[in-house]
């Protein structure tokens, strides 16, 4: 089975670095030594805090298992994860404005290494709280390093459209990179070194709290506009009557929830669809191979976004079905399963 990972991540790697290579220098854009300086200090802060997310991602379910809890409990702790992410994510950005996105960073780092900590424990309730200041953390990653940034960058004086390479160096290195980097590495930690399923959380830890260091010791504090402040309530409102008023705007919002909500069940749900008699799996090696083919996914994307005569609208309908698809394997696999075992005769089987 291994093996099989092996190839499918090494045919994954071809194609990607074909697809990478292959780009032109056409859109390459010319910069400053001091724009350089600063993109290279944040992409090395958004690697290291991406290195303490990715790390957590593959063995969170596994970890809860040989802990001794079922499938429901395990499903509670993620609700609770996600729930808190949801509730809190719609009031961080705003904290972070106004009590300073730096400090909204540093708290990100903090908070996660208590998450990490908790895992050291079997007990539910200190594990409840784990997750609860892990989706916390998770609002933080994805709304404070990007405001920062944002600020930083114009106050700074450098050119707008500077600020999109530091984007797209951002996602393939913290999106990309360092996700496939983090699965592999776990997958040391955990199978070759046998440290144990506690070792990826104790390492991502490591990360954040270098990460931390770096950015007590070389950013500055930025806030956002007093004038362009609003309460909660207000921003509340704004975006109800802009959903009400477009009806794009709400079925984009549905669709993107409906994939959203889709992938999240994959996150839940992908340990123990491989391993559903709790066989040894390798899990980080299969996360890497996951983040893999989202690489690969986001590469072809640019691809086509740059290609103005596709319309998004037209090839996004085959990604939602070739994703669906996707989701269908596991339940043919079963259906299959459950004939084979009953002499039932299914075509396809």
């Known amino acids: 089975m291994e093996v099989f990972y092996f190839l499918v991540f090494g045919a994954l790697s071809a194609v990607v670095a074909v697809i990478e290579l292959s780009k032109t220098n056409k859109d390459r854009v010319n910069t400053t030594t001091a724009f350089n300086s600063f993109k290279n200090n944040y992409l090395l802060v958004y690697s290291l805090m991406m290195a303490g997310d990715w790390l957590q991602g593959p063995y969170v379910y596994f970890l809860y298992s040989t802990y001794g809890f079922g499938k429901g409990e395990i499903g509670q702790l ?16 705003s904290l972070a404005d106004k009590q300073g996105r730096k400090r909204a960073c540093v708290t990100y780092c903090i908070t996660y290494i208590l998450s990490c900590i908790t895992k050291h424990s079997p007990q539910y309730r200190i594990l409840m709280v784990g997750r609860v200041l892990g989706g916390i953390a998770t609002s933080l990653l994805f709304s404070a390093f990007e405001s920062w940034l944002v600020a930083e960058h114009n106050k700074r004086g450098f050119e707008q459209q500077w600020l999109s390479v530091t984007f797209s160096k951002a996602i393939f290195l913290g999106n990309g990179l360092v996700a496939i980097l983090s699965g592999l590495f776990g997958n040391l930690l955990v199978d070759n070194l046998s440290l144990g399923p506690v070792a990826p959380f104790d390492a991502a830890a ?46 984009l919002g549905a669709i993107q929830s409906l994939f959203e909500g889709s992938m999240y069940t994959f996150v839940f749900l992908w340990t123990p669809a491989l391993s559903p008699n709790d066989e040894e799996i390798p899990h ?48 043919v696999t079963n259906v299959c399963q459950f004939s084979k075992s009953y002499g039932i005769f299914f075509s396809g089987c």
């Open 206 to 251: 490591c990360f954040l709290a270098v990460g931390m260091a770096v950015i007590l010791s070389s950013w500055s504090e930025n806030y956002g506009d007093p004038s362009e402040s609003k309460d909660l309530l207000t921003q509340f409102k704004g975006a109800a009557v802009a959903i009400a008023s477009d009806e794009k705007i709400a079925l």
């Open 284 to 331: 980080g090696f299969i996360f890497a191979t996951f983040m893999l083919a989202s690489m690969l996914g986001s590469s072809l994307a640019s691809r086509l976004l740059a290609r103005t005569s596709l319309k998004v609208e037209s090839y996004m309908q085959i990604v939602f079905v070739i994703s669906s698809a996707s989701l269908l394997l596991p339940i």
């Open 78 to 93: 993620f609700i609770a994860g996600f729930g808190s992410s949801m509730l809190f994510g719609t009031i961080v950005g």
